[in-house]
């Protein structure tokens, strides 16, 4: 059974870097991994996707190995406005219902400390 | 651009009643897809419409169903509601959606609290 894992929480200090690890086996081949961010009351908001190796844009990086079973979510110097849930998003096939099954992972609440 | 809209954002109802929920996604944007966010379970996928079809689906049971009309808009029904219905309903649009295997940026609106007594 497909299965996306990250940490349930997280907390750092105003300044520093926060690292933020996603387990993902079994992805679609060509599938792309998209973080997404979440503050209470809102929908998911997209921070970055990618597909192999490094990304970046201008709030955060990505990291994907090249067997793609994982991906590191990279917040640099976070603020407390950072203070949120992070998920990341991946696609697996289904053959029993013959379709991609958008999964989420549980979410990694983050909690920035003055 | 006007973000992704869904009406209602509060609901309440009892157990066997049904309920629609209506999302407007970003002006043209053709996918649509529908989550239920709960803190137990947290964030599972529904299903996924493109251009009024149907094209990807999560494994919820048959209770739950959508459409999409041609402008885009989407419609989410749940039938004989219960008690573990009580979530948060998250619509989504993007421009390709799940084309493949390759997942699109998704765009995702306030969502509908739906609370079943």
């Known amino acids: 059974l497909a299965k996306t894992t990250q940490p349930i929480s997280m907390d750092s200090y105003e300044g520093q870097e926060v690292n933020i690890t996603c387990s993902h086996n079994?992805?679609?081949?060509?599938?792309?991994i998209t973080w997404y961010q979440q503050f209470p009351s809102q929908g998911p908001r997209f921070i970055i996707q990618g597909y192999k190796t490094k990304v970046t844009n201008e709030v955060a990086s990505l990291f994907i190995p090249a067997d793609r079973k994982s991906s590191t979510l990279s917040l640099p110097r976070v603020s407390l406005s950072d203070t949120a849930v992070y998920y990341c998003l991946v696609a697996y096939w289904d053959s029993g219902a013959g379709s991609y099954q958008l999964t989420f992972g549980k979410g990694t609440k983050l909690s920035v400390i003055p | 651009k006007a973000g992704v809209t869904q009406t209602p954002r509060y609901l309440i109802k009892t157990r066997g009643q049904q309920v629609t929920l209506s999302c407007s996604p970003i002006?043209?944007?053709?996918?649509v897809s529908w989550y239920q966010q709960t803190p137990g379970q947290g964030l599972q996928f529904l299903f996924e419409y493109f251009s009024e079809t149907q094209r990807n689906k999560g494994n919820f049971p048959g209770r739950f169903s959508g459409r999409q009309f041609s402008n885009s808009r989407s419609e989410m029904n749940v039938s004989t509601l219960e008690l573990g219905d009580s979530a948060l309903y998250l619509c989504?649009?993007?421009?390709?959606?799940?084309?493949?295997?390759?997942?699109?940026?998704?765009?995702f609106g306030p969502g509908t609290r739906l609370t079943v007594l």
């Open positions: 989504a649009s993007s421009p390709r959606g799940q084309q493949g295997s390759s997942t699109d940026t998704q765009y």
């Open positions: 002006s043209g944007h053709r996918s």
């Open positions: 079994n992805i679609a081949t060509n599938d792309y």
